[in-house]
């Protein structure tokens, strides 16, 4: 899948919306609702590569500056780094992943910090559910008048628990992936705090302190907007890595 995404206007967004309007052949309205907040937006998906270039190149030279991702391009490359413990040294950023691989990160070679909300499977509960229901023996005795009896019954709710993630990006390496509830935070030292969250805030705010040059967004931490980036074709849930490489471009398109 071949995605095009619109970033980075100068335009009005009513001039914009109009541009895209005419080159997809939609309403106005329609165009405006996809580009709404600002970019990057997704527009449209294609299964030939010409046919999103094309669109792309279309897009661009109306002055709307468009991005093909090329979706089976980034689930083919090598698997990001992923974080089990951190230290954050004087000098560089100390990491080690899950399978005790280490490697060393200068910060001055950080380019893009990233935030986004994201899901660490299911929670089940249990939960009792009483309700009315109608009652044929109830009603009989009472001469035909409608009458109910309380149910009780035990019911299994499932629901999405939800994490948040920081992707690194830098110069010359694999993405470095943080999330939240799974990592150790014993590398802060003496700064390590009483929760999960407040380590979490710390490590961010160190990044951004450390490695001033890089540019941070959360603009994927809320899922309205993660909505917007993708599209209604894509899934929050299956599709972040896509989310995340259409920022990631948008971003290093207009430092």
């Known amino acids: ?18 541009t895209i309007a005419e080159i997809l052949g939609i309403l106005a309205f329609e165009a405006r609702q ?9 527009l449209a998906s294609f299964a030939d590569p010409k046919q999103a270039e094309t669109l792309a ?32 040294g004087a000098q560089a950023l100390q990491l080690e992943s899950f399978a005790a691989e280490r490697c060393a990160i200068d910060y001055g070679t950080i380019e893009l910090l990233l935030v986004a909300t994201c899901s660490s499977g299911e929670k089940q509960t249990t939960a009792t559910v009483t309700e009315r229901k109608f009652s044929i023996g109830k ?11 309380k149910v009780t019954r035990e019911e299994t709710v499932l629901s999405e628990e939800r994490d948040e993630t920081l992707w690194l990006y830098r110069r010359g390496g694999e993405t470095v992936v943080f999330n939240r509830s799974v990592m150790s935070y014993d590398g802060l030292g003496e700064a390590m705090q009483v929760s999960r969250d407040l380590n979490f805030g710390y490590l961010k705010n160190a990044l951004r302190r450390l490695a001033p040059q890089a540019i941070y967004s959360d603009r994927l931490l809320k899922r309205a907007a ?6 209604p074709a894509l899934s929050p849930e299956a599709d972040l890595d896509l989310a995340f490489e259409i920022l990631a471009r948008s971003l290093r398109k207009n430092p």
Do not use: N, Y
Not at 139 to 149: D, E, F, I, N, Q
Not at 226 to 231: A, N, T
């Open 139 to 149: 009603t009989l005795l009472a001469g035909g008048v409608p009458m109910t009896k």
């Open 226 to 231: 993660l909505v917007k980036v993708l599209g």
């Open 57 to 88: 190149a279309r897009l661009s030279q109306a002055a709307v500056p468009a991005l093909v991702i090329d979706s089976a391009d980034v689930r083919q490359r090598k698997a990001a780094f992923p974080v089990r413990r951190f230290v954050l």
């Open 34 to 42: 996809k580009i709404a907040g600002g970019g990057p937006a997704v």
């Open 1 to 18: 899948m071949h995605i095009v995404a619109v970033c980075s206007w100068q335009q009005e967004e009513a001039a914009v919306a109009a």
